[in-house]
């Protein structure tokens, strides 16, 4: 299919770009690592003194450890450097060339930039999230791990949208190249449930800048804290932001008339 | 002497205040983590009643005290060095006739800071007003100990940061280094969780190293948490340490600027 070949395509020439700085890539990775080792061992002295933080165990939180690099993840490969090409080709007007092609243009700068080493961030995720369900004992029915999985999805998507919205905000506001600073201020929140945050902060990271829906909320969705009607709720959110955002960008598209004329 | 110091006090204000709206994003990114930390430990505290002695109200006091103390002791200055040093642009400060690093670099962070001070107040009087803390431990003797304990941790701090950015005339890139540095200064410093709920020979090993003394020990020392034979330790620790910063400090510069080739020039 179309998108696919594109995809693939985008994906070669990342792969390409990146093969020139090879050893950057493995010390980022070791970096990665080294993180990791931080998280896990911050994670052993909480629970060295507390059998559970806020009524979640271990096990739960190894998980969210998991979820929140995947988000994370998604803004480092993604996110931030298609944010930098994106501004840059405002400023300079080179989104004309973007806009000209005959494929859709949000495509065109989502996935444009792809840094292809984070795929190793997405196993140390997906193992963190398996290695985490083995230690809560597998207590989870399948209902609850595929609502799991699909807030998983669901939650990047609305992360997602919200990154649509900040940046076509530039087409008003051309100078506004902090755009995407407050999603990454607000990322380490996303660490530990949002039920253990003062009410003012919790209501900051569900609704101004919803990093908890994509962390906390699959969390507990897997737990079984969800009714079936929350679920449906989330899910339904999740689709609905993604075609206002989508709309919103159109809008934002027209406003567009280059740099120089 | 001192004129230079005002001229690049003059300049770096003046650089600073062009850049106010970015520094209120940094403040809000700096602050997230220690709103977090705070979170987690008093929901454990509240949980357990205390946790190994602590109780929810030591976790707030601590906490907001962090904010201030870490504001005022924390550097810059791998984020407005290391890049130049890369680039080769570092060899314009070079021909000025005052240090580079003691001079301009010095006083850049000197005015990030107040600004940052300045942001970081009615902030913190917010965060006073939401948790509530009980500072009634603190004592006018302790703010006043204080102030030299503030400076030292300052001196201790801005010569690591000082030095890894100096290893940029060997590495070129000291991004991965300063990770690293971030990594252990924030478990072993007192920022991650108070040091005493470290397991013992962590603990043990923390209070020997740099990086407490310019967080723990004086938050500590404000909250009126530590023994006069603790704090005569720690001042003892911090003039040591800064000795010896220098000391390697002046070692990595003086190599490191021989090495240095004006990569671009």
Redesign the interface.
Known sequence: MHIFKLLSTFFKVNVQQELAYRADAV?NM??SL??LG?EL??LS??F???A???GWGPGELVTLLGVWRLVNTLMAALIWPNTEKFNNSVRDGSLDYTLLQPVSSLFLISFGRMVVWRLFDVLLALGLIIGGLTMSGGSATPLQLASFMLLTISGMMIIYSLWIVLIAVTFWFVKFD?NV??L???M??G??PAT???F??RMLITFVIPIAVATTVPLQALRGDLAPWQTLLFLGVSAVSLLVAMQFWRFGIRRYSGASS | MLRIYQRLWALHWAESWQYRANTLMYLLYWLVSPVVYLAVWTTVANTQGDVRGLTANDFITYYLMLLIVDNLTSTITVHILAYRIQDGTFSGDLVRPVHPILGGVLMNNLSFKVLNFGALLPIWLVLLVLFRPDFSAVTWLNLVLALPAIVLGFGIAFLLGAIITCIAFWTTRVHAINEFYNAVSLLLGGMFVPLALLPPLAQQIAQFLPFQLYLSFPILLILGKLTPEQIGLNFGLQVLWLGLTWLLFELVWRNGVRRFSAVGA
Do not use: H
Request: aromatic share 16%.
């Open positions: 010390v070791l970096m080294m993180w931080w061992l911050s002295i909480i060295s003194n507390t559970t933080l806020g902090n600073t407050i990454q201020a607000l380490d929140a660490r530990y253990v945050y003062p003012w902060l």
